[in-house]
């Protein structure tokens, strides 16, 4: 039986499945081409989530350990074996849980300008057609409303910024020695730094190349409503291919025509500066707990 030695634990539209898939190009390294299979939140119980197409989510979700550690089956001789679900570091009380089962478990975060983050997490609902509101602010202003139903924690656009206080559990709990904290904004300007610091934190080689794209995943408006159909709902075609694909051809060839198929949505100039001072206070602890500088989250639009 194989248990993971570390997770990406989020956040949510941080850049998490480009790291994922980043990471598990290393030689040494074996990361779940399962994401988000959440299973130390839904244990022997799946969630229940009431929002627009949550249900894809609960047929995501892990809740055996059988079904959890068959996810490393293919680990091999792996030095790091790991899995991402950004999850964890939204729902924090988790982490006492996951230290119970799996002691000395390694954690990585990468975190995003919470503005950004939430923007992106309205684009990408918007892309797969679950957001009901056309605009922005208008889901904005329904997200207290979706939380008390029980929608999904993705929902949570401004909610799902406030990082100090789950980066505090989540140190407190595994030390911050087993927690490496990393930013979305290096993915691009410093992928090789980022990755460099990601591989030795997991103990392996730093100095491995890395081919393939940086960035996976994207969020925003479909150029083809019937193609982004048929990439995120069931369907019986891709039912019956999909048992036929190795996991890992089958991602790439996902993200690839994802890409292809999508154009970026513009966040409004006005909603990033209705948004950004409510996260000035969260965004001074994160400075604090991580050593960064942080400016470019407190700049204004344009």
Known sequence: MTWPNFLVVGGARCGS??????????????????????????????????????????????????????????AGDAVAIGEGSVFYLHRPEVFDHIEERVPGIKAIVILRDPVERAFSAFSLMSRDGREPETEFRAALADEDRRREAGWEWIWEYAGGGFYADRLERLIDCFGRERVLILRHEDLADDRAGLLAEAFTFLGVDPQASIGGPGHVNASGAPRSRRVQSFLTEPNGVKDRLRPLVPDRLWQRAYHYVQRRNVQPLTLPDDVRAELAPGYAADIDRVEQITGWDLAAWRAPAG
Do not use: I, N, W
Not at 21 to 32: E, K, M, T, Y
Not at 61 to 68: F, L
């Open 17 to 74: 499945t480009s790291l994922c898939a980043l990471l598990g190009r290393h030689p040494d390294v074996f990361v779940s081409p399962t994401k988000e299979p959440s299973f130390f939140l839904f244990e022997g119980h799946p969630p229940a989530f009431t929002g627009p197409g949550d249900e894809g989510l609960v047929r995501m979700v892990v809740t055996t350990e059988s079904d959890y550690q068959a996810l490393f089956d293919d």
